[in-house]
Structures are given as C-alpha cells and as structure tokens.
C-alpha cells in the first residue's frame, strides 16, 4: 500500500508555470504506475500524463507542455507545467496503480489517491 501526497499548487498567471510533486510513502513509486489527473468543476476527472517502467502518457491537452518525471531516490514523481492556460484550471490529483502493461490512463485503472492540490490559472 502507498500514500500520496500532492504539493505545488498555486495560483499563476497564464503562460506562466508551476511544479506539482507527488511525495508518496509506504513503498517506492517505483513499484507502480503513476498518474497525475485532474478535474475541474462539473467536469470527469481525466489523465494529464502518467508514467510507469515502459514510458510516459500525455494527455493531448498538455502535450509539448507538461512533462512527468520521477526521481525514485526522493520517491516523488514530478509533473511540470509549463505555458499554462485558464482551461489548465483544475485540482490536480496524483494516484498509484498496480504495476506492469502499458501505461494506464483511465481513473478506475489507479486504487491510491492523494487529496489534490488546486491549480488556478488566470487570464
């Protein structure tokens, strides 16, 4: 079992950029894929991008703009957001699931949460 801990929101103007962390604990973040989704109000929560031992997913949105990183001596994954827009909006969540297959992207796919940490973009 894994703890997850989000941290690095913020309120940012747009074109700006802003780091979120995934800080997990109980076991290594490597023993899982990793995914960082996010939902806006009245909107599903959708993969952003995720990351497992076979590579890395992006959500068309956030392609050439995000990048999802993991540093396995910290046991963080990274999700760095660059040229954010006011549609970036959201609370962003990380989340854990089993490991192995390609990268998984589907929210019933991951069965450990973090509690999210608000991204507000202004225009």
């Known amino acids: 079992q894994v703890q997850l801990v989000e941290s690095g929101g913020g309120l940012v103007q747009a074109g700006g950029s802003l780091r979120l962390s995934c800080s997990a604990s109980?076991?290594?973040?490597?023993?899982?894929?990793i995914g960082w989704f996010r939902q806006a109000p009245g909107k599903e929560r959708d993969v952003v991008a995720a990351?497992?031992?076979?590579?890395?997913y992006y959500a068309d949105s956030v392609k050439g703009r995000f990048t999802i990183s993991r540093d396995n001596a910290k046991n963080t994954v990274y999700l760095q957001m660059n040229s954010l827009k006011p549609e970036d909006t959201a609370v962003y969540y990380c989340?854990?699931?089993?490991?192995?297959?390609?990268?998984?992207?589907?929210?019933?796919?991951?069965?450990?949460w973090g509690q999210g940490t608000q991204v507000t973009v202004s225009s």
């Open positions: 109980g076991r290594t973040v490597d023993h899982y894929n």
């Open positions: 990351i497992n031992w076979s590579g890395a």
């Open positions: 989340a854990a699931g089993s490991f192995g297959g390609p990268v998984r992207t589907r929210v019933y796919e991951y069965d450990y």
